[in-house]
Protein backbone atom coordinates (compact mmCIF):
# COMPACT_ATOMS: atom_id res chain seq x y z
CA UNK A 1 0.00 0.00 0.00
CA UNK A 2 1.22 3.47 -1.05
CA UNK A 3 0.04 6.69 -0.28
CA UNK A 4 1.17 10.28 -2.40
CA UNK A 5 1.82 13.32 -0.20
CA UNK A 6 -1.55 14.68 -1.87
CA UNK A 7 -3.92 12.10 0.07
CA UNK A 8 -1.55 10.77 3.10
CA UNK A 9 -4.00 12.42 5.35
CA UNK A 10 -7.01 11.21 3.68
CA UNK A 11 -4.99 7.75 4.31
CA UNK A 12 -4.63 8.37 7.76
CA UNK A 13 -8.13 7.85 8.40
CA UNK A 14 -8.41 4.30 7.70
CA UNK A 15 -5.44 3.16 9.46
CA UNK A 16 -3.64 2.61 12.92
CA UNK A 17 -0.32 4.77 12.73
CA UNK A 18 2.36 5.84 14.13
CA UNK A 19 4.57 8.67 13.36
CA UNK A 20 7.97 10.55 14.60
CA UNK A 21 6.53 13.51 15.47
CA UNK A 22 4.22 11.27 18.43
CA UNK A 23 7.44 9.90 19.69
CA UNK A 24 9.14 13.20 19.68
CA UNK A 25 10.58 13.74 17.04
CA UNK A 26 11.06 17.85 15.39
CA UNK A 27 11.68 17.35 11.96
CA UNK A 28 13.88 20.29 11.52
CA UNK A 29 16.71 18.66 10.21
CA UNK A 30 18.98 19.68 13.01
CA UNK A 31 17.35 18.39 16.06
CA UNK A 32 19.08 14.33 16.48
CA UNK A 33 15.24 12.47 15.71
CA UNK A 34 17.32 8.94 16.55
CA UNK A 35 15.29 7.49 19.73
CA UNK A 36 12.23 8.56 18.16
CA UNK A 37 12.12 7.87 14.62
CA UNK A 38 13.31 4.08 16.99
CA UNK A 39 10.64 4.50 19.10
CA UNK A 40 8.10 4.45 16.17
CA UNK A 41 9.75 1.68 14.44
CA UNK A 42 9.56 -0.84 17.81
CA UNK A 43 6.02 0.38 18.26
CA UNK A 44 4.80 -0.57 14.84
CA UNK A 45 6.99 -3.83 14.59
CA UNK A 46 5.31 -4.24 18.46
CA UNK A 47 1.41 -3.63 17.47
CA UNK A 48 1.34 -3.76 13.50
CA UNK A 49 0.89 0.04 13.21
CA UNK A 50 1.64 1.92 9.87
CA UNK A 51 4.75 4.08 10.32
CA UNK A 52 3.91 7.32 8.31
CA UNK A 53 5.79 9.97 7.51
CA UNK A 54 5.47 13.61 7.80
CA UNK A 55 6.59 16.06 5.26
CA UNK A 56 9.71 16.85 7.10
CA UNK A 57 12.98 16.24 7.54
CA UNK A 58 14.83 13.87 9.98
CA UNK A 59 17.79 13.96 11.32
CA UNK A 60 19.35 10.04 12.28
CA UNK A 61 22.60 9.44 13.89
CA UNK A 62 22.77 5.62 14.47
CA UNK A 63 21.80 2.38 12.43
CA UNK A 64 18.54 1.35 12.87
CA UNK A 65 17.59 -2.72 13.15
CA UNK A 66 14.22 -3.42 11.68
CA UNK A 67 13.55 -7.14 12.97
CA UNK A 68 9.64 -7.06 13.25
CA UNK A 69 7.62 -6.67 9.74
CA UNK A 70 6.75 -2.63 9.15
CA UNK A 71 5.59 -0.73 6.83
CA UNK A 72 6.79 2.72 6.55
CA UNK A 73 5.22 5.19 4.44
CA UNK A 74 6.56 8.81 3.57
CA UNK A 75 4.12 12.05 2.04
CA UNK A 76 6.74 11.89 -1.03
CA UNK A 77 10.08 11.67 -1.57
CA UNK A 78 10.80 15.28 -1.71
CA UNK A 79 8.85 15.92 0.84
CA UNK A 80 9.71 12.93 3.72
CA UNK A 81 13.42 12.46 4.02
CA UNK A 82 15.09 10.68 7.04
CA UNK A 83 19.09 12.49 7.07
CA UNK A 84 21.35 9.67 8.31
CA UNK A 85 24.74 11.18 10.00
CA UNK A 86 26.18 8.72 12.01
CA UNK A 87 29.46 9.98 13.64
CA UNK A 88 31.92 7.44 13.55
CA UNK A 89 31.77 3.82 11.75
CA UNK A 90 32.20 0.95 13.37
CA UNK A 91 34.86 -2.56 12.99
CA UNK A 92 33.23 -5.27 11.18
CA UNK A 93 33.66 -9.25 11.06
CA UNK A 94 32.42 -12.14 9.48
CA UNK A 95 29.90 -13.34 10.92
CA UNK A 96 29.73 -11.21 14.18
CA UNK A 97 26.26 -10.86 15.59
CA UNK A 98 27.04 -6.91 16.26
CA UNK A 99 28.61 -5.66 13.31
CA UNK A 100 29.13 -8.29 10.70
CA UNK A 101 29.85 -7.50 6.65
CA UNK A 102 27.78 -4.34 5.59
CA UNK A 103 26.60 -4.14 8.68
CA UNK A 104 27.51 -0.13 9.07
CA UNK A 105 24.28 1.17 7.41
CA UNK A 106 21.82 3.01 8.09
CA UNK A 107 18.72 0.51 8.20
CA UNK A 108 19.38 -2.73 8.88
CA UNK A 109 16.43 -4.88 7.48
CA UNK A 110 15.69 -8.48 9.34
CA UNK A 111 12.34 -9.10 8.76
CA UNK A 112 10.47 -10.78 6.11
CA UNK A 113 7.41 -8.76 4.43
CA UNK A 114 8.19 -5.10 5.33
CA UNK A 115 7.07 -1.93 3.10
CA UNK A 116 8.80 1.64 2.38
CA UNK A 117 7.54 3.98 0.04
CA UNK A 118 7.46 7.28 -0.78
CA UNK A 119 10.55 9.04 1.05
CA UNK A 120 14.16 9.95 0.89
CA UNK A 121 17.06 8.59 2.89
CA UNK A 122 20.15 10.72 2.72
CA UNK A 123 23.88 9.68 3.50
CA UNK A 124 25.21 12.51 1.78
CA UNK A 125 24.63 15.26 -0.32
CA UNK A 126 26.23 14.27 -3.29
CA UNK A 127 29.13 11.13 -4.32
CA UNK A 128 32.35 13.14 -3.33
CA UNK A 129 30.52 13.43 0.49
CA UNK A 130 28.76 9.79 0.77
CA UNK A 131 28.41 8.51 3.77
CA UNK A 132 30.87 5.84 4.65
CA UNK A 133 27.99 3.47 5.50
CA UNK A 134 25.32 1.66 3.50
CA UNK A 135 22.02 3.06 3.23
CA UNK A 136 19.73 -0.06 3.78
CA UNK A 137 21.16 -3.75 4.11
CA UNK A 138 19.01 -7.21 3.97
CA UNK A 139 21.26 -9.75 5.93
CA UNK A 140 22.21 -11.03 9.01
CA UNK A 141 24.18 -13.53 10.34
CA UNK A 142 22.41 -17.13 11.40
CA UNK A 143 23.80 -19.53 13.30
CA UNK A 144 22.68 -23.21 11.41
CA UNK A 145 23.12 -26.46 13.50
CA UNK A 146 27.12 -26.75 12.42
CA UNK A 147 28.03 -23.57 11.16
CA UNK A 148 27.32 -19.73 10.87
CA UNK A 149 25.69 -17.94 7.74
CA UNK A 150 23.86 -15.32 6.36
CA UNK A 151 20.43 -15.18 6.03
CA UNK A 152 18.15 -12.44 4.36
CA UNK A 153 15.26 -10.40 4.77
CA UNK A 154 12.16 -11.82 2.13
CA UNK A 155 9.25 -10.53 0.24
CA UNK A 156 10.14 -6.79 1.20
CA UNK A 157 8.49 -4.50 -1.39
CA UNK A 158 10.12 -0.78 -1.77
CA UNK A 159 8.11 1.61 -4.42
CA UNK A 160 9.07 5.94 -5.09
CA UNK A 161 12.11 5.90 -2.27
CA UNK A 162 15.34 7.30 -3.22
CA UNK A 163 18.99 6.45 -1.81
CA UNK A 164 21.47 9.47 -2.18
CA UNK A 165 24.88 9.52 -0.88
CA UNK A 166 25.71 6.29 0.47
CA UNK A 167 28.78 3.90 0.13
CA UNK A 168 26.10 1.36 -1.26
CA UNK A 169 22.82 2.70 -1.46
CA UNK A 170 21.05 -0.87 -1.42
CA UNK A 171 22.89 -3.82 0.14
CA UNK A 172 21.81 -7.32 -1.51
CA UNK A 173 22.98 -10.95 -0.24
CA UNK A 174 20.91 -13.27 -1.15
CA UNK A 175 17.06 -14.42 -0.76
CA UNK A 176 13.84 -13.94 -2.99
CA UNK A 177 10.97 -12.05 -3.72
CA UNK A 178 12.00 -8.61 -3.24
CA UNK A 179 10.26 -6.18 -5.33
CA UNK A 180 11.34 -2.00 -6.04
CA UNK A 181 9.22 -0.17 -8.41
CA UNK A 182 10.16 3.28 -8.95
CA UNK A 183 13.46 3.92 -7.09
CA UNK A 184 16.51 6.13 -7.52
CA UNK A 185 19.71 5.12 -5.96
CA UNK A 186 21.78 7.71 -6.39
CA UNK A 187 25.11 9.65 -6.28
CA UNK A 188 27.20 6.76 -3.49
CA UNK A 189 30.62 6.38 -3.46
CA UNK A 190 30.97 2.17 -4.79
CA UNK A 191 27.55 1.06 -5.87
CA UNK A 192 23.51 2.48 -6.23
CA UNK A 193 22.79 -1.51 -5.72
CA UNK A 194 25.35 -3.75 -4.74
CA UNK A 195 23.90 -7.43 -4.90
CA UNK A 196 25.85 -10.39 -3.87
CA UNK A 197 24.12 -14.14 -4.56
CA UNK A 198 25.14 -16.18 -1.82
CA UNK A 199 28.17 -17.67 0.31
CA UNK A 200 30.49 -19.46 -2.24
CA UNK A 201 30.40 -22.57 0.78
CA UNK A 202 26.76 -22.86 -0.74
CA UNK A 203 26.89 -22.92 -3.84
CA UNK A 204 24.50 -25.98 -5.30
CA UNK A 205 22.31 -25.43 -2.88
CA UNK A 206 19.75 -22.81 -4.03
CA UNK A 207 20.69 -19.31 -5.79
CA UNK A 208 18.86 -16.19 -5.51
CA UNK A 209 15.33 -15.85 -7.13
CA UNK A 210 12.60 -13.74 -8.07
CA UNK A 211 13.58 -10.17 -7.13
CA UNK A 212 12.34 -7.54 -9.13
CA UNK A 213 13.75 -4.15 -10.50
CA UNK A 214 11.19 -2.03 -12.17
CA UNK A 215 10.63 1.63 -13.19
CA UNK A 216 14.06 2.42 -11.29
CA UNK A 217 17.19 5.03 -11.99
CA UNK A 218 20.88 4.31 -10.61
CA UNK A 219 23.11 7.80 -11.58
CA UNK A 220 26.01 9.36 -10.39
CA UNK A 221 27.27 6.79 -8.28
CA UNK A 222 31.57 6.60 -8.85
CA UNK A 223 31.79 2.86 -8.41
CA UNK A 224 29.08 0.72 -10.58
CA UNK A 225 25.41 1.37 -10.74
CA UNK A 226 24.93 -2.39 -9.84
CA UNK A 227 27.57 -4.31 -8.45
CA UNK A 228 27.03 -8.33 -8.53
CA UNK A 229 30.33 -9.43 -8.79
CA UNK A 230 31.23 -10.46 -5.20
CA UNK A 231 30.60 -13.87 -3.24
CA UNK A 232 31.59 -14.44 0.58
CA UNK A 233 34.13 -17.39 0.46
CA UNK A 234 34.46 -18.18 4.14
CA UNK A 235 32.54 -20.04 6.92
CA UNK A 236 32.64 -19.77 10.80
CA UNK A 237 32.15 -22.83 12.29
Same mark, same amino acid.
Given at each position: ???????????????????????????????????????????????????????????????????????????????? #??????????????????????????? #? #??????????????????????????????????????????????? #??????????????????????????????????????????????????????????????????????????????????
Amino acid at each position: VAATGEDLESFKNGISYVTFEQKGAKGDGVTDDTEAIKAALQEAGDSGKTVLIGKATYLLKERVVIDKSVNMIGSGADDS #VIKFRADETHQESAYDTEWWEGSNAAM #V #VKADHCIFSNFTLTGGENENEASLYNGLIFHYPYKYPNYWGYEAAQR #VSMSQCVIQGFKNGLYMFGGWNRYFNGCYFKQCSDAGVRYEPLEVARLGEYTSSGDIFEACQITGCKGYGIDISYVYSDRKS
